[in-house]
Each structure stands twice: as structure tokens, then as C-alpha cells.
């Protein structure tokens, strides 16, 4: 059951030019979303959240768009640097439920920073 | 800066046998957890863990694995019979307690079944 859904496995783009990461869900109780970015060989390393209360959230280069409505979060990354290629995952929670914050991961989309 | 810790980072193990998978969080964290990576696939939650006692956890998360936080630093899952699909990447993660859940993760620890 694929509720975070990351649709792009891959995406390529020019240093210096702008990287949109996009995530979609399913269930309407998720309240709270991450990006982690991941080399390989290390784990997840968490990147920026946003809660549900917000429609934007921005951290340096950083920023991520939340529209509830579509169920749709993107992440935007600005410039684009070479040290930024890495698989990006998106994740929820439902902060609300009794499960310990359990995250939701989408597939991941792997970018590659061109110089 | 703290860290998750994971031991091995790398088990190679017979179908059949038992496997312990080892993890040190962040001292002042309460919350725990389990997820694992099959090569190709996304990451899937396995198991949550919060005062000594599991929170929440998958369908993957049948009888065979079990998880236990011995002494109060090392939280280990341990798969009892280990099966070829059961190969893949295991990350722990843990987080504060509080709105933020934020996940630090450990480097993972590659298991493979033979």
C-alpha cells in the first residue's frame, strides 16, 4: 500500500539551476512531512519538515511546498549544488495516531547535480 | 554531534539462522525504531519502540523478529529464522519525544541471506 509516492526515480539538473522534487499522498490523516536525503552506504539524513498547519518552509536552500488539497508536496532546491546528488525520500506521519510517529517513505527520487 | 549507531554494517548470514542487528541511539531519545531498505525498493517501517515496549508495528513485522532495548543504550532486533527475502538494508532511527519527529537514522547495517 503505497501511500507516499515519489512518481520521478530520478531527476537531472544543471549546477546553479533550480531542483523541484516531487511527493504525493494518499491518506488525509498524514500531518506531518520530511525530506531526508541519502548517499549511499549512510542512512537517511533529515533535510527540512513542514507541518500541515503550513503551506511553506523554507531553510537556506531549501524550501518545501505543501498543498493539502492536492495531497501534494514538492521540494525546491536553489541553486543547485553538485554536493546535493543523493536519493531524496519524502515521508509522513500521522502525529496524531498511537504509533510512535512511525514514517511513511516514498520510493525516493535520485537527483544528480550536474556541473 | 550525536549519532545513531548501527553494528554490523554488514552480516552475512545461512537461511535459517538467527541474526542479531545492533543499535546505539541518541542518549536522550525515547522513541525507536526500525525500518529496512530491499535493494530497489523504498524504505519500509518495521517497528516502533517507546517505554520498553513496542508502540507500533508493520505487517513485515511477523513472529520472527522480535526487538529489545537490554540495558538502557542498545535497542537490537533479531530475526529468529532468517529467510532469503529477508535480505536488505536495516536502518534504526530514534527520535525526542515532542511534536518534531524528526528521525536521526544510523548508516544501516547490509543483511544478507545466503
Known amino acids: 500500500d503505497q501511500q507516499v509516492k515519489q512518481n520521478s526515480p530520478s531527476l537531472s539538473v544543471q549546477e546553479g539551476r533550480i531542483s523541484i522534487l516531487n511527493c504525493d499522498y494518499t491518506?488525509?490523516?498524514?500531518?506531518?512531512f520530511l525530506w531526508y536525503k541519502k548517499y549511499p552506504a549512510e542512512g537517511p539524513t533529515f533535510l527540512i519538515s513542514?507541518?500541515?498547519?503550513?503551506d511553506k518552509n523554507e531553510d537556506g536552500r531549501f524550501t518545501v511546498f505543501l498543498n493539502k488539497s492536492a495531497k501534494h508536496l514538492s521540494l525546491h532546491i536553489v541553486p543547485s549544488q553538485p554536493g546535493d546528488s543523493a536519493v531524496y525520500f519524502c515521508?509522513?506521519?500521522?502525529?496524531?495516531?498511537?504509533?510512535?510517529?512511525?514514517?511513511?517513505f516514498g520510493k525516493g527520487t535520485s537527483l544528480l547535480v550536474t556541473p | 554531534e550525536p549519532e545513531v549507531t548501527q553494528t554490523p554494517s554488514h552480516q552475512v548470514t545461512q537461511m535459517g539462522q538467527e541474526v542479531i542487528l545492533r543499535c546505539v541511539p541518541i542518549?536522550?531519545?525515547?522513541?525507536f525504531y526500525w525500518y529496512r531498505q530491499i535493494l530497489g525498493q523504498k524504505v519500509e517501517f518495521l517497528v516502533s519502540?517507546?517505554?520498553?515496549?513496542?508502540?507500533?508495528k508493520s505487517e513485515i513485522f511477523d513472529d520472527q523478529f522480535s526487538v529489545e532495548r537490554p540495558d538502557g543504550s542498545n535497542f537490537t532486533l533479531k530475526i529468529r529464522s532468517t529467510k532469503l527475502e529477508d535480505s536488505a538494508m536495516y536502518f534504526c532511527?530514534?527520535?525526542?519525544?515532542?511534536?518534531?519527529?524528526?528521525?536521526?537514522f544510523g548508516q544501516g547495517t547490509r543483511l544478507t541471506v545466503v
Open positions: 532511527a530514534s527520535t525526542s519525544q515532542g511534536l518534531n519527529t524528526e528521525a536521526f
Open positions: 491518506n488525509s490523516m498524514f500531518d506531518y
Open positions: 513542514i507541518s500541515s498547519i503550513k
Open positions: 515521508a509522513a506521519s500521522d502525529t496524531n495516531s498511537n504509533s510512535g510517529y512511525a514514517l511513511n
Open positions: 542518549s536522550n531519545h525515547l522513541y
Open positions: 519502540f517507546y517505554n520498553n515496549e513496542i508502540s507500533e
